[in-house]
T-cell receptor
């Protein structure tokens, strides 16, 4: 089944404790992206990647890092999480070209206390 | 892209037709998306318009006017399962997708 997977789905952590949210897709998509979704603010792009070893900042990159060492994986790293990073995070992927339709993962709900 | 404006909430009756409007900034425009998102779930793709006009797909249709920076999503024969948030998003360039805050639609019996 073609899908985007994220782990963990739920995470409660404390301020300053490094964490990684994994994202993997099995559709051989070149483009991958991370979003956060907050009430009243909609989905906002954090980082995106056009292909392996090619990443770029979205609208809200502060406090996040990403890497793209393999085509299928695009982990999101929070080196020192803070409470304002409490949010619902979505990973998405799409092929380059075509209709630009993005396929979203199931989401990761992160709480930083 | 950006400066996407859509109503925050709408209510409609089962079996009826509802139109959800979206306006966007036209500079750098490269396409307009509609996504459906049920509470706590991932957004799912509904439609993509890049040319002016109406695209019909079953009970859902989407319209675009590039010159006016305007789009709407039309839902016919509403069902209770259509209660969800509907996200308008514009594509600028090849890489950036800007989402509106979404319209929460409640379908009542």
């Amino acid at each position: 089944e073609a899908q985007v997977t994220q782990n963990p789905r739920y995470l409660i952590t404390v301020t300053g404790k490094k964490l990684t949210v994994t994202c993997s897709q099995n559709m051989n998509h070149e483009y991958m992206s991370w979003y956060r979704q907050d009430p009243g603010l909609g989905l906002r792009q954090i980082y995106y990647s056009m292909n392996v070893e090619v990443t770029d900042k979205g609208d809200v990159p502060e406090g996040y890092k990403v890497s793209r060492k393999e085509k299928r994986n695009f982990p999101l790293i929070l080196e020192s999480p803070s409470p304002n990073q409490t949010s619902l995070y979505f990973c998405a992927s799409r092929p380059t070209g075509g209709s630009y339709e993005q396929y979203f993962g199931p989401g990761t709900r992160l709480t930083v206390t | 892209g950006q400066n996407i404006d859509q109503p925050t909430e709408m209510t409609a009756t089962e079996g009826a037709i509802v139109q959800i409007n979206c306006t966007y900034q036209t500079s750098g425009f490269n396409g307009l998306f509609w996504y459906q998102q049920h509470a706590g779930e991932a957004p799912t793709f509904l439609s993509y318009n890049v040319l002016d006009g109406l695209e019909e797909k079953g009970r859902f249709s989407s319209f675009l006017s590039r010159s006016k920076g305007y789009s709407y999503l039309l839902l016919k024969e509403l069902q209770m399962k259509d209660s969800a948030s509907y996200l308008c998003a514009d594509q600028t360039g090849a890489n950036n997708l800007f989402f509106g805050t979404g319209t929460r639609l409640t379908v009542i019996p």
